[in-house]
């Protein structure tokens, strides 16, 4: 399988976690290629048997409005250029991890709005929305966690 990690990242957490998960299913064999957001042509996730979207969940400001709980500035940016592209994407096969401090109202809710759009761009989401709470604060259990979910997700990608 091909499998292509698009992420984004302020403090590289998110590509931390990418890499890692990368690691595992280069370990199954698979193909792996990893992109920062900022530096994909949204044209290229029709390439790729599986489209991982990873990202940080941030705050943004929009007409002087503080909004929390929101995409990393390159992954809505790319969802941006997805949207303004009309890209449709239907039975491409996606799955999504997040990253985000559960001390927020809004935890992790960058998985809850790449949900949105892969639904709107017609594309399949394999496996459950992985939600991180706290990366670099509790590394072991969060390494441990991204495993599990990347394993699973080896498993359900090549039944699916």
Known sequence: ???????????????????????VLRAKKHAVT???ANGVDPKELKKYDLVI???????????KQKLEGQLQQHMYEL??????QN???????????????????????????LVSLISDLGGEIVGQPLKINGWFFHPDENEQKLR???E????????A
Request: proline fraction near 1%.
């Open 152 to 159: 699973k997700l080896a498993t359900l990608s090549a039944r």
């Open 87 to 113: 890209l449709l994407l239907p039975g491409r096969k996606f799955a999504i991890f997040a990253l985000g401090d559960d001390s927020y109202t809004n935890f992790a809710a960058a998985a809850d709005h």
């Open 148 to 150: 599990v979910w990347t």
């Open 1 to 23: 399988m091909d499998v292509l990690f698009v992420y984004a990242t302020n403090s590289s957490g998110t590509r931390l976690a990418a890499e890692l998960a990368g690691s």
């Open 53 to 63: 979207l990873g990202s940080c969940t941030w705050e943004r400001f929009e007409n």
């Open 79 to 84: 969802q941006q250029k997805l949207y303004d």
């Open 34 to 36: 990893l992109k920062r």
